[in-house]
């Protein structure tokens, strides 16, 4: 299906069948472990479904909102989600306007990331939605950018950083890890590119 869409929608510039199965289904499942069970999850950035999909494919206890604001993503997503019975919402709007929505904000037990910005704005997208005890889990590259400012204004305190290393010489990736201990301010997300223009550094 990734690749039939892709042909139209332009979802990943990876195309051979050996680089999507190591650098999208195995890398979104490199942090399967950190999932609770029967979590309710939200994805920010949702692209062509890393790392939703593989997990939920992987794990049915598993109950996922994606957020993703271009549009004939979301109808890939919500042609995935409707051919293998996911349990998943597929909400087409920016991150940052869900995370000031009082049916999203501080609604979620884990809220994930992948390829989507650097790691003071990806908290400031993803903080806003994740309740207090919960998880806040960034999938980047192998040296990810320093976000300990933005996670305490935001929230969160950082609990882990997990590399590990992709089969066939794909490379090295970080997991990082943060728990929310506290309700973010009112003011986050600023909304307007604020989080991208003015990071929180």
């Not at 909102?65 to 293998?84: G, M, P």
């Not at 089969?167 to 973010?184: E, Q, S």
């Amino acid at each position: 299906m990734l690749l039939s869409f892709n042909a139209r929608f332009n979802l990943t510039a990876i195309t051979q069948k050996e680089e999507i199965e190591g650098k999208h289904f195995l890398d979104s499942l490199a942090g399967e472990q950190l999932f609770p069970h029967g979590a309710k999850a939200v994805e920010v950035g949702s692209g062509a479904g890393f790392p939703s999909i593989p997990l939920m494919l992987a794990r049915e206890d598993l109950v996922f909102t994606l957020i993703e604001s271009t549009k004939k993503k979301c109808e890939f997503l919500k042609a995935v989600v409707s051919r293998f019975g996911l349990h998943a919402e597929v909400a087409c709007m920016r991150a940052e306007d869900a995370g000031r929505d009082a049916a999203y904000r501080e609604k979620f037990s884990l809220c994930c990331a992948r390829a989507v910005a650097p790691m003071p704005t990806l908290a400031e997208y993803c903080l806003p939605l994740v309740k207090t005890g919960g998880l806040f889990l960034a999938y980047k590259g192998e040296n990810c950018e320093d976000g300990e400012k933005a996670f305490s204004v935001l929230g969160g305190k950082r609990e882990g950083r997990y590399r590990y290393e992709l089969p066939d010489k794909l490379g090295g990736r970080t997991l990082v890890a943060v728990r929310k201990v506290k309700a973010t301010p009112a003011k986050y997300p600023r909304g307007r590119g604020a989080e991208r223009k003015d990071p929180i550094i």
